[in-house]
């Protein structure tokens, strides 16, 4: 896996606001690229399913990521809001893959822990550590701050992956660095 330049983004489902978010990796250093939310100000379900879809596919043709990463359904107390979250996850998933990208997904305490250093983070937390890294000259709105930080938690955490695997190929070829 190819991560030292690419463009990942990141989704923040929702059934009423998708949060997305742009960047791009270059080695070690993230540069912003663009972010916002996919409203879906109808109250069918199926209709916001529609638009939350469109909405992903044409992030996705504009832009052109390599990298689709998304955050895990967090189950809270309701589970009507749960089933609605895991729908828009649903077609946010089905517009990437249709795009022939690969999915990643990460649950929320990993992000927030990768973000800010606790899984227990506050969304303005998370707002003002993208803004921090991203170097930002104001708070993204938090659905696409959330995405931003998706898609900075995959980069962190595949460039970590990437170094284990050099690293174990030096150790099992006999070198150390």
């Known amino acids: 896996m190819n991560v030292t330049m690419a463009i990942i983004l990141g989704i923040d489902p929702g059934s009423r606001i998708t ?3 742009l960047i791009h990796q270059q080695g070690r250093q993230l540069t912003y690229i663009a972010s916002g939310c996919i409203r879906t100000m109808v109250e069918d379900m199926p209709m916001r399913l529609k ?4 909405g992903v596919s044409e992030i996705i043709t504009q832009f052109q990521p390599k990298f689709f990463a998304i955050e895990q359904v967090f189950m809270g107390k309701n589970p009507d809001s749960a089933l ?3 729908q828009a996850r649903g077609v946010a998933i089905v517009a990437a893959v249709n795009q022939n990208l690969d999915v990643f997904e990460y649950a929320a305490r990993q992000i927030k822990q990768t973000i800010v250093g606790t899984g227990a983070a506050e969304k303005a937390q998370v707002q003002h550590m993208v803004r921090s890294l991203l170097k930002l000259s ?3 709105r938090a659905d696409a701050a959330d995405a931003l930080a998706i898609a900075i938690t995959h980069c962190h955490l595949s460039q970590n992956l990437l170094r284990m695997s050099v690293g174990r190929l030096n150790l099992a070829h006999g070198r150390l660095r």
Not at 51 to 54: C, K
């Open 138 to 140: 104001a708070n993204p």
């Open 84 to 86: 609605k979250l895991g």
């Open 19 to 21: 949060g997305y978010g």
């Open 51 to 54: 638009l939350i879809y469109a």
